[in-house]
């Protein structure tokens, strides 16, 4: 079952740390957000899924130290990137291959974050136009595909 649940909002705690506030949510309450949460085991489930929604385009993106020459400042300047809140214009799919890592996704109702952990075989589908952002989690490695329309 994966994980969502309200992030606590502690802003000087490092964003790659859980965040748990403690309360949970539900696949529907996500629904409501307009993102839908499905376990897919394999490629050819997520290549159904792509072809069903009309999606033309996809990359893998692999984000570790690693991929960064160890350089920490370099990964940091990637990761604060990513934890920018921002919106698409298209719908978008994210597909964790391996590793793990969160996407909060924005309650305006509300005005907090829902947050989201992913792991192998986890898949997001976010609307257009829904305020959302990424991080790793201290385990500091994920590889996952993204798919555009
Ligand atoms: C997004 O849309 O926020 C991203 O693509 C984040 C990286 S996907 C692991
Ligand atoms: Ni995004």
């Known amino acids: 079952m994966v994980e969502a649940y309200i992030f606590d909002d502690r802003d000087e705690v490092d964003f790659r ?12 309450y996500l629904a409501e957000l307009g993102v839908i949460y499905k376990f897919l085991e394999n490629q050819d489930e997520v290549d159904s899924l792509a072809a069903a929604r009309d999606y033309k385009n996809r990359d893998v993106v692999n984000i570790s130290p690693l991929t960064f020459q160890n350089d920490e400042d370099a990964l940091l300047a990637k990761l604060n990137v990513f934890y920018q809140e921002h919106i698409h214009e298209d719908e978008e799919i994210r ?21 989201v952990k992913v ?17 790793l989690t201290t385990q500091n490695y994920i590889k996952a595909m ?3 329309k």
Not at 119 to 135: C, E, K, Q, S, W
């Open 17 to 28: 740390e859980p965040h748990n506030s403690g309360e949970a949510v539900t696949l529907e």
């Open 95 to 115: 597909y964790c291959l391996d590793g793990e890592g969160y996407f909060d996704i924005r309650d305006s109702r509300l005005d907090r974050w829902v947050r």
């Open 119 to 135: 792991t192998n075989g986890d898949l997001l589908i976010v609307p257009a136009g829904i305020y959302h952002r990424f991080t």
């Open 146 to 148: 993204r798919l555009f």
